[in-house]
């Protein structure tokens, strides 16, 4: 019991030295194999909304120690909505390229084999599949996403709304990067967490001169 007595306050050292999991308040994205091109080509014929040079996407990751904010300064890419205002193709391109985070040695790690591998696979896109309307402007967004050369299909849900001609479109989950194959573990003492979450924050526009 003499050695228990010490065990109880270091582990609660541990407990206030370990940083929390950004990943615990947000909901999971669900991830299934790759679905292709399963939207109609009909659909094609609803407007094409750009994504506006002010839409950001970004990402938290964390390990024991702590936690790093970066995204991509380069997206673009087309949506499609129907006269009603639903989402009913389209596609999201990130340039890997442009990964930024909130430490730049961190970014050249982020950028290299251990993580995105950007030499190799510049660019990841998002490529709409499903979109329902849950009410109140809530919704759940599913497509393609290729990650590092990998294809899984997520499902998350997003808010939407209409701003004057231009569609506001955002949502916070997490995915687990493993899925993607990013297995880098980080140090033995200080392991990288699954869990990286993401933050989307995109606004869709008419007006060809708002993109890229």
């Known amino acids: 019991m003499k050695h228990a007595s010490f065990l109880v306050p270091a ?6 030295v370990a940083c929390e999991n950004p990943a615990d308040s947000t909901t999971t994205a669900t991830v299934s194999e790759a679905q292709g ?3 109609e080509s009909s659909t094609a014929e609803d407007p094409a909304y750009a994504i506006s040079h002010s839409s950001t996407v970004g ?3 964390s390990k024991v120690t702590g936690s790093h904010e970066g995204g991509f300064k380069t997206v673009h890419g087309h949506l499609h909505i129907s006269e009603e205002g639903d989402l009913t193709g389209g596609s999201i391109e990130i340039d890997m390229t442009s990964t930024w985070s909130d430490n ?5 790690h982020l950028k ?3 993580f995105f591998d950007v030499e190799n696979h510049p660019t990841a896109t998002f490529s709409l599949t499903s979109y329902a309307d849950k009410g ?6 599913s497509g393609d ?4 050369g990998v294809t899984k299909n997520i499902s998350f849900p997003a808010t939407a709304q209409k701003d004057g001609e231009d569609y506001k479109v955002q949502a916070e989950f997490d995915i687990n990067r493993k899925d993607w ?14 869990e990286v979450v993401i933050k989307l924050d995109l606004i869709i526009s008419p007006d060809a001169h708002h993109s890229h």
């Open 11 to 16: 582990l609660a050292a541990f407990a206030l």
């Open 37 to 39: 091109d399963s939207k």
């Open 59 to 61: 990402f938290v990751g």
């Open 104 to 108: 730049d040695k961190l970014t050249e």
């Open 112 to 114: 290299n084999e251990d």
């Open 136 to 141: 109140d402007g809530n919704y759940r967004i």
């Open 145 to 148: 996403f290729m990650l590092r």
């Open 181 to 194: 194959g990013i297995e880098y573990a980080g140090k033995a003492d200080d392991l990288i967490r699954d």
